[in-house]
Structure formats: C-alpha cells, structure tokens
Nanobody, 120 residues
C-alpha cells in the first residue's frame, strides 16, 4: 500500500515563505511524475507544479517564479518551496504521484493534504 503524507502547511503572512514536504512510502513502482495540487474553498482543484523523472518541471502561471518543486529520490520526499506568498495562495495543498502516459501525467496516488493560509 502506498502512502503520500504532506506536511509543512501553516498560517503565514503575505510575503512569507513555506516549504511543503510529501513523504512517499510503501510498495510502488517508479513514478515518472510527481505533482502538487491545491484547492481553495469554492474553487476547483488546480495543478500547480509537476516534476518528471528526468528532473524537468512545469508550473502553472500563477506560481511561476515564486514556487519551486523538487524531489529527494534517496529519501522519497517531494518538496514545494513557496516564496512571496499571496493571500490568493490560501488553499489545501495535496501531492500526487503517477505515470507519464500519452503526453500527460496520470496521477494515481494522492496525499490527504496540508492547509496553507496566507493572511494580509
């Protein structure tokens, strides 16, 4: 059974920084893409960053230049460094793992989420 467990979410003031972590454990075959998603109250879930097995990354426009996704393969941890946080970054953040198939990531395993609250 695979488990993805996020941590690092908390309340922070606008302009601040947080680093989210996602520990991946259990029995799984090598994922070829890992990602971070977020969902704010009343809004749809949004994919914000992905990292692929070759180390390449993609970001949604709203976080480009502020957020950085990375991974520690030895520790099986996915990170999301978030800088220059804005009130609109407030959301529940979830990590996900999957496989790159047919030109897109098919996410199969998900964490339960960690809350990030940014105040002005």
């Amino acid at each position: 059974q695979v488990q993805l467990v996020e941590s690092g979410g908390e309340a922070v003031q606008a302009g601040g920084s947080l680093r989210l972590s996602c520990l991946i454990s259990g029995h799984y075959h090598g994922y070829t893409c890992l990602g971070w998603f977020r969902q704010a109250p009343g809004k749809e879930r949004e994919g914000i960053a992905s990292i692929f097995s070759d180390g390449s990354t993609v970001y949604t426009d709203s976080v480009k230049g502020r957020f950085t996704i990375s991974k520690d393969n030895a520790k099986n941890i996915l990170y999301l460094q978030m800088n220059s946080l804005k009130v609109e970054d407030t959301a529940e953040y979830r990590c996900a793992a999957g496989y790159y198939v047919g030109g897109e990531c098919k996410y199969e395993d998900w964490g339960l989420g960690t809350q990030v609250t940014v105040s002005s």
